[in-house]
């Protein structure tokens, strides 16, 4: 890099030769580059020396160098030269360059000399290696100051939120997620903590569905067991006794096939597993076609049904289920009401969505229970008792296909008055 820059000053030179504020030139490359700069005609006339300027300088600074690299010019034969003699003096080494240079006359020659001091690069590589100590132990603090930091901010949370999961998978759903202050570290803690309350509400669900559904398994089963000792062990004898308790069996094991299908139908719509197959379908001919089944029970236990609806309403949904969301509230109805024995069924186009309604003229439902019917097991106004037809699921499983329908339901009902249930496709 020396020489390169002492090749480079020397062009500058030999290209401002001869200008006015030449000197100035010179002295100013001298002085920045830390260089000495000597011009000397091939007879020894001096052009240009330091001490015709800077008096500080002695004249014969690099003397004997001088000397030296000038035999060296001379005997190479090269345009210039750069060698590195040692400097006893300051116990360094020098780089002495040497070059012809065109003078003002073409026939004078003058020789171009720069002494330039090569500092050991020991001392300076010494230098930047403690530097470089320092610079490293510093680095290495903050970093582990930072890391540490950050790690804190990172893993305090996580370990918290692995704690709380540990909990959690031991059944305990009552956990709360701490949130850190990273956005996906509060992410995932919010998302364990809903999972969590969801878990436990459907914990809730189940344990009630169990304790419900197994007293009503147990009832009809116990039944269908007594009877059966019954037939066995007294009436099996008596063809009369005989035909009424096996009577007694078929009706419960048809109720308990109700009570089967009801819950696997309403377990699957509530975990999603209820695909809904639609089609478009005429309103009045499924809803005849529904009621014909009722025909032979009505005219038994003295009914009245009520048809009212325009020949061609069409809806679009799950033909299917939409029958049995009627046929849940007509047996409703048909249970509920009351001393008419009247139940009527309409569909009406309102605006562009068609409204059915099952209408009853029974005892109605309390304003505080309305709420409450649409829940698996509620009875209006008592606990969990054996119906004595029905599941206590038939409304929850009326709300579920009418929520996959995405329609809207209700009911409206005055005690003593009677219910109107409605829903709009
Ligand atoms: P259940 O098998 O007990 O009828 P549901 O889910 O079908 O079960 O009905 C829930 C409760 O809502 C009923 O037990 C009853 O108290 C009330 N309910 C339903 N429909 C009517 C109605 N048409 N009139 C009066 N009460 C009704």
New binding site residues.
Partial sequence: MKIQQTERTARIIQEEFGNADFVDTVMHLSITNDMYIHIETFGGGVVFSPQTEDRHRPYYAYMSEMFEIRRKLIESGEPQISVILPEPRTDTNILAFAKYIQTDSPANVAILYIFTPLYPVASTVSILRTQLFYIMIISLVFAFAISFYLSRRITKPLREITSSARKFAEGNYDVSFTSGKYTEINDLANTLTYAASRLDKTETMQKDLMANVSHDLRTPLTMIKSYAEMVRDLSGDNPDKREAHLNVIIEESDRLNLLVGDILMLSRAQSGFLPLSKSTFNVKNTLSNLLQSYDLYCEREGYNITLICDENLAVTADQEKIKQVIS?LLN??L??CGLDKHVIISAKQVSDKVRFEVI?H????PESEIQK?WERY???GANHVR?TT???????IVKEILILHNARFGVK?KPGEG?T?WFEL
């Fill in positions: 849940n409703n109805a249970k509920y009853d029974g005892i109605g439902i019917i509620q009875k209006a119906s029905g599941t206590g699921l038939g409304l929850s009902s219910s249930f």
